[in-house]
C-alpha cells in the first residue's frame, strides 16, 4: 500500500509573539512533541530554524488522513501560547514545497513542507 510522508524543511520568523522579543518554541505533532529534540529552540524576527536544529519529521500521512503541527512558545512559569496549528493532508503530495503560516498570538512563522 503506497504511503505518504510529511517532510517538514524550514520555519521562518516573521514576528515572534514576545513583542520583538526572542521566542522559545518548540513543535508538535498530533499532539506529540518532536521538535526541538530537547529543550527549546529560540528564535527572533527575520530568522530561520538553522541546521543545528533540524525538523526531524517525517511523519507518515495514512491515506486520506492528515497530520496536524502545532507551534508552541515556552512561557515558564506561564502556560505556553499556542502560536497556531497548520493541517498536512494526504493529497498534498506531489506539490513540490509548500507552505502554511502560524499566526496566532500575534506571531508569525511560516513553514516550509512537502509531502512524498
Do not use: K
Amino acid at each position: 500500500m503506497p504511503r505518504s510522508i510529511a517532510v517538514l524543511t524550514n520555519l521562518h520568523c516573521f514576528a515572534t509573539e514576545d513583542d520583538g522579543g526572542t521566542d522559545e518554541l518548540y513543535m508538535t505533532a498530533n499532539g506529540h512533541r518532536f521538535w526541538p529534540d530537547h529543550g527549546i529552540f529560540s528564535m527572533s524576527n527575520g530568522e530561520d530554524a538553522p541546521n543545528n536544529a533540524p525538523m526531524h519529521l517525517e511523519q507518515i500521512i495514512p491515506p486520506g488522513g492528515s497530520v496536524r503541527i502545532e507551534l508552541f512558545d515556552a512561557d515558564s512559569p506561564d502556560q505556553d501560547d499556542n502560536l497556531g496549528a497548520v493541517t498536512i493532508r494526504e493529497f498534498d503530495a506531489g506539490h513540490g514545497d509548500l507552505t502554511a503560516d502560524f499566526t496566532a498570538d500575534e506571531a508569525h512563522y511560516r513553514l516550509t513542507y512537502h509531502v512524498e
